[in-house]
């Protein structure tokens, strides 16, 4: 019975992995920007000693949904949304480069612009800083634009140009901050023909009904596993005692 026991015990391990998963993209439904974790199962034989006579479950993340979400017009001139593929690109509080493409920026007291969870976004030679203004633009090429404190309308000055790139997705790995790193951890270089939508933001593309879906057939099958195991024990303790008889 320990086959059974450990197959079925395995498998009820497995079921609450994947279930986390998707409720983890189930509550990021909302969120600016994100991008779904794609779950998968399959067979993982065990190989010891002798033969390999038991095959065990495995949840796993084989990648990311990179496809977009849909756009909604807000009309805040510091929120931006990706035109197509790419990534802006911020910096994180450990000082290294990642990529995101949740667009909802704001100036802090200091005058940097920043994401909507505290990482600031590069610009050409770093993080972008604007000094006093009375209005900041940001065009379809992620370059920004001001108008200085005390101007009249008419008096526009570039400040900078958002860090916009487009490495390959099967080169990027996503880390539990939801952001985006290249494997090799190097930087990816400027990338012209990314555009952005002004005034915008991307919503998730997390689709809720799938996810409550699979949240279903996962507890199902979480069920099944933990009644196997049940099994294995009334059958374990029949034998023990026609044993004893």
């Known amino acids: 019975m320990d086959r059974m026991i450990f197959l079925a015990m395995n498998a009820a391990r497995q079921m609450m992995n994947g279930q986390a998963q998707a409720a983890n993209n189930l509550a990021n439904a909302s969120t600016t920007g994100f991008k779904a974790d794609l779950e998968a199962y399959r067979s993982m034989p065990l190989f010891g000693d002798g033969e390999p006579t038991r095959v065990f479950s495995m949840a796993e993340r084989p990648g990311v949904d990179f496809s977009a979400g849909s756009l909604e017009q807000t009309g805040n001139n510091l929120d931006v949304a990706i035109n197509g593929d790419g990534f802006i690109a ?45 209005s900041v633009l940001i065009g379809n090429d992620g370059t920004i634009s001001m108008r200085p404190l005390g101007q009249d309308a008419n008096t526009l000055a570039q400040v900078d140009r958002i860090k916009l790139v487009k490495p390959n997705v099967t080169d990027l790995v996503k ?27 991307e919503h998730s593309n997390v689709n809720p009904v799938a996810e409550m879906i699979s949240m279903i057939e996962t507890s199902r099958q979480y069920e099944l596993a933990v009644k196997a195991m049940s099994t294995a024990q009334t059958i374990d303790a029949d034998g023990a005692r026609l044993l004893r008889l």
Do not use: C, W
Request: hydrophobic share 40%; net charge negative.
């Open 90 to 134: 911020v910096r994180t509080a450990d000082g290294k480069e990642a990529y995101t493409r949740a667009g909802e920026l704001h100036l802090d007291a200091a005058g940097q612009l920043m994401t909507a969870h505290g990482e600031q976004v590069l610009g050409n030679g770093g993080p972008i800083a604007l000094p006093p203004l009375n």
């Open 175 to 201: 880390g539990s901050d939801g952001l985006f790193r290249l494997k090799t951890g190097l930087e990816a270089p400027i990338d012209a023909t990314v555009g952005v939508v002004s005034g915008a933001l």
